[in-house]
């Protein structure tokens, strides 16, 4: 971290991120969602703090203790973290998507609690919106915009996709399944942008979040 900007190359900075998964109701007392742990996006957050930045976080539900220095903002469902985040991310040095958000939430929660009537169930869902590539098209577009693409094939060409059509600077892919990524303190990511892949090899993800903000600190001085 104490690279070319000694201890603290994100002073002055302010970073927004999202982490966690999201939670789309399905009735008041059920909800789908998925198995996104949240510390991919709790690691950078406290790497980033630690960096000098001003860090704002934006997470769904997790089991995790608020890395020191950090502003946190709870949110439940897609709609929620998408409007949180247009509401923190503008003007910001970094905005980076580390949350798993739900692609599709019910059309419209049960009023009531859905009982067990017939034998099969049939749920309407509709696309929530994309957080990141509205936070990407936003007036006071952040300085860099920053995704991450959790794949189980064909990794570098899905995020290479996301990379362009989301309007990212950068995208940090990575392989998920056979116990890789979720709810591993493990990972290995490969950073794709316009010009340039590189790969940060296997490494815890404290490790990942202080290299991953070390080249952003970097791109930043050179904007
Ligand atoms: N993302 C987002 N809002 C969404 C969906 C995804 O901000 N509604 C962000 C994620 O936080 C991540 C990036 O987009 O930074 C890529 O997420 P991913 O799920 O891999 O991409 P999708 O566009 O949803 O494509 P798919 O799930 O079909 O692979
Ligand atoms: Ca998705």
Redesign the pocket.
């Known amino acids: 971290v104490e690279g070319l900007f000694g201890p603290k190359p994100l002073a002055g900075k302010r970073l927004v991120l999202?982490a966690g998964p999201t939670r789309e109701p399905l009735d008041p007392v059920r909800y789908l969602s998925n198995h996104s742990s949240g510390k991919m996006g709790f690691a950078i957050a406290a790497a980033a703090a630690a960096m000098g930045a001003e860090v704002e976080l934006i997470t769904g539900p997790v089991a995790l203790a608020t890395p020191a220095g950090v502003k946190r903002t709870d949110v439940g469902s897609?709609l929620e973290m998408h409007a949180a985040a247009l509401e923190l991310a503008g003007g910001c040095d970094i905005f980076i998507?580390?949350?798993?958000?739900a692609?599709y939430r019910p059309v419209a929660a049960n009023e009531h609690k859905i009982k067990k009537d017939g034998d099969t169930l049939s749920v309407e869902m509709v696309k929530?919106?994309?957080?990141?590539?509205d936070v990407a098209a936003m007036a006071a577009r952040p300085a860099l915009v920053v995704?991450?693409?959790?794949?189980t094939r064909d990794v570098e060409q899905?995020a290479k996709g996301?990379l362009a059509r989301?309007g990212l600077d950068l995208i940090a892919a990575n392989a998920v399944g056979n116990g890789l990524a979720f709810g591993t303190d493990d990972n290995q990511l490969t950073l794709i942008s316009k010009d340039q892949t590189q790969v940060l090899p296997q490494a815890s993800k404290a490790k990942l979040a202080e290299q991953l903000l070390a080249i952003l600190a970097n791109r930043l001085s050179e904007h």
């Open positions: 999202t897609a998507g580390c949350a798993a958000v692609d929530n919106p994309d957080i990141i590539s995704g991450f693409a959790a794949e899905y996301k989301k």
